[in-house]
């Protein structure tokens, strides 16, 4: 019946009656209270109900009886004649008698802990000192009697232990619920375990939909094989990481997302599960897409634009060997080939041509070389010192260069 899970009261009634059969005494089993100061009977079919009411509950101490003093002594406690036992209370002797109870052998039941787990007691209706074989019978008894009741409390301990554990992942589940992103929990070897309520009302798949491998059907086809060589990475590794993938909205449109794993360990440092989480980064990649075909353009651009420089008379000074100016020299390049250089760049909107040029030809203590494609360096102390623009990746600046 033990291992059949049956009920704790059903077992303890069951032994004692097997008991009763096999001798000329009356069994019973009581419990101890969750306070640890009181037995409550719990078993005893061949028990008088009177009696068992009277003594319900039962105070444990010194001299409270066969069972209180046991289960306060932690000891086995033997009374052959209740009428004369200063170990029973005189307040109870008369009660005891009038039910048939004359005498009491009581044997606690303790666990494995060391706690007081309840007492098991054979009663008789007239006074006797048990034998040898009366104390082994009570002693495989009581044994056989606290493995029930501590695998009734391991089972109730587990019981709670499930309905604490489900009740604080299904909090756990409202809280991710509640994130206004796509979250989801993952177990050690990949399979998700859920998904929250944003990831669902995105995708629009159902839960089982989604379960186990299945969320793979929400990424791009061309994304999913490198995703997943990454996921498996990380979990080789243990550690975590971030995977970038397009995510199918329940609209069919693919949307790019940033997704963070982390993993959860255990008390010995094991990862037990993956929690992840998704952040729509569409709007930042194609930000990223456009800047980059812009600046190729661009590129695109200048080098059509110094192409046709290139071969022009008088062409400008950055396709010529350098030459310096001073004041007291005329500038090597025109006003006239200047404004044609600007009519080219009108792509340069950042920055007059002309106004660095000028700027360059005002100075008196300073050489020049014009340059394009470079940032002015100025040679006394070393550092950078824009003169034009660089809004769209270039610049027309001059360098200061001294004797």
């Known amino acids: 019946m033990i291992a059949n899970g049956a009920n704790l009261s059903d077992v303890l009634n069951e032994l004692c009656a097997a008991i009763d059969s096999h001798s000329s005494g009356t069994s019973f089993v009581c419990l101890m209270?969750?306070?640890?100061?009181?037995?409550?009977?719990?078993?005893?079919?061949?028990?008088?109900?009177?009696?068992?009411?009277?003594i319900t509950p039962w105070p444990i101490g010194p001299n409270r009886g066969s069972c209180g003093t046991a289960a306060f002594t932690k000891k086995r406690v033997v009374i052959p004649d209740i009428s004369n036992d200063?170990?029973?209370?005189?307040?109870?002797?008369?009660?005891?008698?009038?039910?048939?109870?004359?005498?009491?052998?009581?044997e606690p039941l303790i666990s494995k802990d060391g706690e007081v787990l309840g007492t098991f007691c054979i009663s008789h209706s007239q006074a006797r000192i048990p034998n040898d074989e009366d104390l082994e019978?009570?002693?495989?008894?009581?044994?056989?009697?606290?493995?029930?009741?501590?695998?009734?409390?391991?089972?109730?301990?587990?019981?709670?232990?499930?309905?604490?554990?489900?009740?604080?992942?299904?909090?756990?589940?409202q809280v991710i619920d509640t994130i206004p992103t796509l979250a989801w929990c993952n177990l050690a070897h990949g399979?998700?375990?859920?998904?929250?309520k944003r990831w669902h009302e995105y995708t629009g798949l159902s839960p089982e939909e989604s379960n186990d491998w299945a969320w793979q059907a929400a990424f791009h086809p061309?994304?999913?094989?490198?995703?997943?060589?990454?996921?498996?990475?990380?979990?080789?590794?243990?550690?975590?990481?971030?995977?970038?993938?397009?995510?199918?909205?329940h609209d069919g449109v693919f949307r790019w997302f940033l997704i963070r794993y982390n993993p959860f360990r255990n008390e010995q440092g094991e990862v037990t599960r993956w929690y992840a989480t998704g952040t729509d980064i569409h709007e930042r990649v194609r930000l990223e897409e456009r800047t980059r075909n812009e600046n190729l353009a661009l590129r695109e651009?200048?080098?059509f634009a110094a192409s046709r420089m290139r071969y022009r008379k008088r062409s400008l000074f950055w396709t010529r060997p350098?030459?310096?100016?001073?004041?007291?020299?005329r500038p090597w390049i025109t006003q006239a080939a200047l404004a044609k250089m600007c009519s080219l760049l009108t792509f340069a909107n950042g920055f007059s041509i002309r106004t660095t040029w000028n700027d360059c030809a005002a100075s008196e203590r300073r050489r020049w070389n014009a340059g394009f494609h470079s940032k002015p360096k100025c040679a006394r102390s070393g550092k950078m010192a824009n003169t034009a623009g660089s809004s769209f990746g270039t610049t027309l600046s001059a360098m200061s260069k001294g004797r």
């Open 191 to 196: 399979p998700n375990e859920f998904l929250n």
């Open 301 to 303: 651009q200048i080098d």
């Open 33 to 54: 209270d969750q306070a640890g100061n009181q037995l409550l009977p719990i078993a005893g079919p061949h028990l008088p109900s009177a009696f068992a009411r009277a």
């Open 222 to 249: 061309d994304d999913l094989p490198p995703l997943m060589e990454k996921w498996r990475e990380l979990l080789a590794s243990g550690e975590a990481g971030e995977i970038e993938g397009r995510l199918r909205r």
């Open 322 to 329: 350098a030459r310096r100016y001073t004041p007291t020299k």
């Open 137 to 173: 019978l009570i002693e495989a008894s009581g044994h056989i009697a606290r493995i029930a009741i501590e695998r009734q409390r391991s089972h109730e301990s587990l019981t709670n232990a499930l309905a604490l554990l489900q009740k604080s992942e299904a909090k756990l589940r």
């Open 86 to 106: 200063p170990r029973w209370p005189d307040d109870a002797r008369g009660l005891a008698i009038a039910h048939g109870v004359c005498a009491a052998w009581s």
